[in-house]
């Protein structure tokens, strides 16, 4: 710090050494500092690195502070031992979640991230797949002339830009990732470039390898690691990112190969078969267990396969895995699958396909943190162990102080905003405020089209419940079919589904496939998450006509009966209304 | 509730069946009853339901079925359902099998009231199967009887390789794979099962001898032949034996078309057409130049008129020019790889020579070992092929093992023209009208030759510029001083 100083010119060493000063406008002193971090000065880089980030930490802390009266306590604290507060290892969707949480309760943050800030679901995930599913969306809609005649439009011939669609999807990751990035910037969050490294529970080494100018060490009361995931591949399977590739390279969009098998028929591979067979493409799915989209609820995914896979040029192997790919070279040799029974272990066919994806879940990218350090081991696949609370536990299954996980890298819900609410969560427990997250009040989303999503358990779970819990339970069903704007749009394929304690009004799952389901779901989850039951939320009032009156009628349906009430009769009578299942 | 929505009262099914067990009762059937037999018809499961499919049988033929019993699930556009049975009786015939499909309204299957109507619902299952044959595709699923008889996968692609593009024709469709499997797209086995299309019948276009949708389609249409698609069905010249009079049949309906007969129409493509596009979009692969020469030809014309007595053709002697002159440029008819890596010189000199067909095709008959096989025999042989590819009787071999091709415009008075180089080939000439220009001479004077222009266009990876030119030089010798050619 003196030696910074040195350089540095009067104001900014007040501002650089007193922390407690109450000083006035954070602009001017933000701009000097930019100009000092060009400045050629005799530091060595590591020194200058850090020099100047606290520079600008602490003058960006002073503007916050100034509107945030008595936080300043906590930073300097923390001032006095450590670097940070907290500092976060990953800047992806989970890490930023927790860094703005940890920035608004006060702390002193700083992100550690090795790749592209804004992690996987920015630059590789959901967020380019989303423009691609926009972009194919609207040509599948244009492309179908029964459904635009319907509504009185006729369509001349359509067609795209294969670049064009690919170039969207690599903008719109590009403008988020800026977005991320600034938002940190803006509140103050310092981001460190460089691969993370444990040297013991408060203290981080990162660096980039090859690079001599870039890297440091930082301490930090609390850390927390939230280093996502990759794409999963099974063995036995060459990636070559041309004809054998995972969501990584599929996002790029770089060719159109005439029929594509998917390994996998999760989330990622549907919305690939989405995004393809609207532009053109054929698509066969490859899928392990014996049935279509294994984790949806039954009827859903009976309902999704009617609407997503027949009817469109989609063919699918159930039970089966790929056991062997041999990579071809593209419109000229094609990709060779070899198919083993999955129970059996016979070779049961070989598909000759153009391009193979694999879309088999992800893996935890949590190498190379030195857990052995803080005395943790991941599991067989990977994962952190975790408390409830987000805790890492060492390998004597006790928690390690100060050091928690989130995200992808536990493996509890691989989703960007449960990662992000498990930030949260973690940033609340650090600050002595216990907090556990209820995953069940997550929702997740599939966006085909039509999209699909769900919050809570499945109707084969719930009646599981039921059963070993001995509560009766509610199915209440409705249809988009009934719903105006969904007639208005001729959308009126889908249902949704809500599974409830007939005798609490306790909602356990609601599932949803249909126009925009993806944001229809979250009356239900924040219903869950506040835990309002059906009767609670019956008297909600839903503008007319909007798609939301789906969940108002869903809702609306449902009975609850307490069973203080003469239950006999009652239980019967709701019964006869209502289809039940349990 | 929302369920109501989804069914329509109409077209026999009972409303409160289905919402309260999802699953249906047909109402009366309307017609084509007779006392003893029952059709089963498929029932409208939803307001926009046109047709369904036969998820499953839960009763086989023989069994006994009870009113209200559920017989089949039906698979509409919105959901599966039980369908029952609205008498009593036995289940004597199933028309729609599982898997396929019927038009709302079209029998799926017959119930006799007793054993002894078994027969006459056995019988009648046939006959409604036949009758309803011709009614919209997917409906009335005829078992044996309305099955199309497959085409011979050959005789479907036989008539594409009438191209331009003689010597690489769209070969690969025509070939099975080698290991006899068959690889169908996704998209291929829909359109199979929905079209009634044996799989093992079609002959694919894709990689690897993959079946394409498009070679479903294209088999489905051969197959409907009887119906109409006349140019599919005539473009058979393997099927002649069987059909003899189809191939004129195409050929008048082509000359009784008249201009306005066309005007703001679209037709799609005849096979023969499809084969030419495919093979003009092929041919966009290959970088291609031009080189032209003028060349004179009173010499040429002198000799022709001599030797027309003897049967000799203007057409036979340019080959056997342009074959003797091709004899010491090797590469004029060599080929490119198919992987672009390489040359191939090929044995023979086979003079491939574009001939307009009368119905507007395109056929190119080769004259083969066009520099050894004498001029007189030449042009026999050239008689011969063009009565017959006038009668689509060409073997594949006599319209596709060209290695140089001609294409003549010049007794149309056509000046110049540029023609599109053959996937496969080297290089091809294209030859314009001969006629009377003011030239100067060698010897200083001002005189008046009979001129032509040759155009070559030529495959710039193995063809350079000099190779054409050379050949260009050598053919104006030949052509300059035709009396070797007699030799």
């Known amino acids: 710090m003196a030696s910074f100083t040195a350089h540095s010119t009067k104001a900014q060493a007040s501002l650089a050494s007193s922390q407690q000063a109450k000083l006035v406008s954070a602009r001017p002193q933000r701009s000097t500092v930019r100009c000092n971090a060009s400045l050629p000065v005799s530091l060595d880089s590591r020194q200058l690195n850090q020099a100047v980030n606290r520079c600008i930490r602490v003058s960006r802390h002073v503007a916050t502070r100034s509107s945030r009266g008595q936080r300043c306590a906590v930073v300097a604290m923390a001032g006095a031992k450590y670097d940070y507060d907290l500092v976060i290892i990953g800047c992806g969707v989970g890490g930023h979640g927790a860094a703005l949480h940890a920035v608004e309760q006060g702390m002193k943050v700083a992100v550690i991230e090795g790749h592209d800030i804004g992690g996987t679901c920015v630059n590789r995930g959901c967020v380019p797949s989303k423009a691609l599913l926009a972009a194919s969306g609207r040509i599948r809609d244009m492309k179908n002339e029964m459904h635009m005649k319907s509504m009185g439009i006729q369509v001349g011939s359509v067609s795209f830009d294969r670049a064009g669609v690919a170039a969207h999807a690599t903008q719109l990751a590009s403008a988020i990732q800026g977005n991320l990035k600034r938002s940190l910037e803006a509140l103050g969050v310092d981001i460190l470039i460089g691969q993370a490294k444990f040297v013991d529970n408060h203290t981080i080494k990162y660096g980039l390898p090859g690079r001599v100018d870039v890297g440091g060490q930082v301490t930090a009361k609390d850390v927390i690691i939230a280093t996502g995931s990759v794409p999963f591949v099974p063995p036995g399977i060459p990636i070559d990112g041309k004809t054998v590739f995972t969501s990584d390279h599929a996002l790029k969009l770089e060719w159109l190969p005439n029929w594509v098998a998917i390994i996998g028929s999760g989330y990622i591979g549907l919305e690939f078969s989405d995004v393809y067979t609207a532009l053109g493409c054929e698509v066969t799915f490859i899928e392990a267990m014996d049935k279509i989209m294994p984790g949806f609820d039954t009827e859903i995914a009976r309902m999704a396969e009617r609407l997503l896979i027949k009817g469109r040029p989609i063919d699918y192997h159930t039970g089966v895995i790929a056991t062997k790919v041999t990579p071809g070279v593209p419109g000229v040799k094609p990709v060779e699958i070899e198919l083993t029974d999955f129970k059996t272990k016979k070779v049961v066919d070989t598909l000759e396909v153009d391009a193979c994806m694999v879309a088999t879940g992800r893996a935890p990218y949590t190498n190379g943190l030195n857990l052995g350090s803080i005395g943790v081991e991941t599991d067989r696949r990977g994962f952190v162990p975790v408390s409830e609370k987000m805790e890492v536990l060492g390998s004597d299954g006790k928690v390690v102080p100060n050091v928690y996980c989130i995200g992808d890298a536990n493996g509890k819900y691989m989703l960007a905003h449960a990662a992000s609410a498990q930030g949260i969560s973690a940033v609340e427990n650090m600050l002595g405020r216990p907090n556990v997250l209820n995953h069940l009040s997550i929702p997740a989303a599939c966006f085909t089209h039509p999209e699909v999503s769900f919050v809570g358990v499945t109707q084969e779970k719930a009646e599981e419940m039921a059963k070993e819990q001995g509560f009766p339970l509610g199915v209440a069903k409705t249809s988009f079919k009934a719903n105006s704007k969904a007639l208005a749009e001729k959308e009126g394929e889908g249902m949704a589904k809500m599974l409830y304690r007939k005798d609490t009004g306790e909602i356990l799952g609601v599932h949803i496939i249909g126009l925009h389901a993806a944001d229809l779901i979250h009356e239900a989850s924040n219903a869950i998450a506040t835990k309002q039951t059906v009767q609670d939320i019956k008297f909600a009032v839903h503008a007319h006509p909007t798609l939301s009156e789906v969940l108002d009628e869903l809702i609306k349906s449902a009975h609850v009966t307490p069973p203080s009430s003469s239950s006999n009769s009652s239980a019967a009578k709701a019964g006869a209304k209502q289809p039940v299942a349990a | ?487």
């Open chain 2, 1 to 487: 509730m929302a369920s109501s929505m989804l069914l329509n009262k109409s077209a026999g099914v009972s409303l409160g069946a289905a919402r309260q067990g999802r699953s249906l009762r047909q109402a009366k059937p309307t017609s084509t009853t007779t006392a003893a037999v029952k059709d089963v018809f498929m029932p409208a499961l939803s307001s926009t339901m046109t047709e369904g499919k036969i998820v499953s049988w839960l009763k086989q033929p023989g069994d006994k079925v009870s009113k209200g019993e559920p017989i089949v699930v039906v698979e509409s556009d919105k959901a599966d359902m039980d369908v029952e049975a609205f008498a009593e009786g036995i289940l004597g015939s199933i028309v729609v099998n599982e898997g396929e499909r019927a038009n709302v309204g079209a029998a799926i299957a017959f119930i006799a009231e007793t054993e002894a109507d078994l027969d006459e619902a056995k019988k009648k299952a046939g006959s409604n199967g036949a009758a309803a044959a011709p009614a919209p595709a997917p409906a009335a699923p005829a078992p044996a009887a309305a099955a199309p008889p497959p085409p011979p996968p050959a005789a479907a692609h036989a008539p594409a390789a009438p191209a331009p593009a003689a010597p690489a024709p769209p070969a690969p469709a025509a070939a099975p794979r080698a290991d006899g499997r068959i690889v169908a797209t996704p998209y291929a086995k829909q359109l199979a099962k929905d079209l009634r299309v044996d799989l093992a019948t079609v002959a694919g276009s894709g990689p690897n001898g993959r079946i394409t949708a498009s070679d479903v389609e294209r088999t489905a249409k051969g197959g409907a032949a009887p119906a109409a698609a006349p140019a599919p069905a005539a473009a058979a010249p393997a099927a002649a034996s069987a059909a003899a009079p189809a191939p004129p049949a195409p050929a008048k309906a082509a000359a009784g078309t008249t201009v306005s007969e066309l005007r703001g129409t679209t037709k799609p493509f005849t096979t023969l057409q499809a084969a030419v596009a495919r093979n003009m979009n092929e041919s966009l692969k290959v970088p291609e130049f031009r080189v032209s020469m003028s060349i004179e030809t009173d010499k040429f014309d002198a000799l022709y008129k001599r030797l027309k007595p003897h049967g000799v053709t203007m057409t036979a002697l340019l080959a056997k020019a342009v074959g003797a002159a091709l004899a010491s440029h090797p590469v004029m008819f060599a080929s490119c790889t198919p992987d672009g890596n390489g040359i191939t010189y090929n044995e023979r000199i086979n003079v491939a020579l574009a001939v307009a067909m009368p119905d507007g095709g395109l056929i190119t008959p080769v004259l083969k070992d066009a520099d050894k096989v004498d001029i007189y025999q030449l042009s026999r042989n050239w008689a011969d092929l063009v009565k017959r590819a006038r009668g689509k009787q060409l073997q594949p071999d006599e319209y596709n093992s060209g290695t140089f091709t001609i294409s003549n415009l010049g007794m149309f008075g056509v000046d110049t023209f540029d023609a599109i180089l053959p996937p496969g080939t080297a290089a091809i000439m294209a030859v314009g009208g001969s006629k009377p220009t003011v030239v100067a001479t060698a010897d200083g004077l001002i005189g008046v030759r009979k001129v032509m222009q040759i155009n070559i266009t030529a495959d710039h990876r193995i063809v350079y510029g000099a190779d054409a030119a050379e050949f260009l030089q050598t053919l104006k010798a030949v052509i300059e001083s035709p009396d070797q050619l007699l030799l």
